[in-house]
Nanobody, 124 residues
Framework: EVQLVESGGGLVQTGGSLRLSCAAS????????IAWFRQAPGKEREGVSC???????YYANSFKGRFTMSSDNSKNAVYLRLNSLKPEDTAVYYC??????????????????WGQGTQVTVSS
């Protein structure tokens, strides 16, 4: 059974940082692209970053330079470092996985498996 479990969210002040984790199980880690998405209240879900089966990390332009995605294949985990947080970064952050995706992150419709999400709240 494929499982994705996010953790690391919380309440942080403007300008602060968080590191989100996504623990993956039930599939061959290197055969799947894994992505981070977020959804703010009243807004559509948006892609943040992903690492494809090619091992390349991609970012949506809005997050380049502030957010950093990394992975630890030995732990079947990916991480998302959030820096210089702003109130508009308040959202539920999800990790998602899909087999065989490379050359970009695709859209959320491409992803088969989703975690339950972790809430990030940035106070002003």
């Amino acid at each position: 059974e494929v499982q994705l479990v996010e953790s690391g969210g919380g309440l942080v002040q403007t300008g602060g940082s968080l590191r989100l984790s996504c623990a993956a199980s039930g599939f061959t880690f290197n055969d799947y692209a894994i992505a981070w998405f977020r959804q703010a209240p009243g807004k559509e879900r948006e892609g943040v970053s992903c690492v494809g089966i090619d091992g390349i990390t991609y970012y949506a332009n809005s997050f380049k330079g502030r957010f950093t995605m990394s992975s630890d294949n030995s732990k079947n985990a990916v991480y998302l470092r959030l820096n210089s947080l702003k109130p508009e970064d308040t959202a539920v952050y999800y990790c998602a996985a899909v087999p065989g995706l490379a050359n970009g992150c695709g859209s959320d419709y491409d992803y088969n498996y989703w975690g339950q999400g972790t809430q990030v709240t940035v106070s002003s």
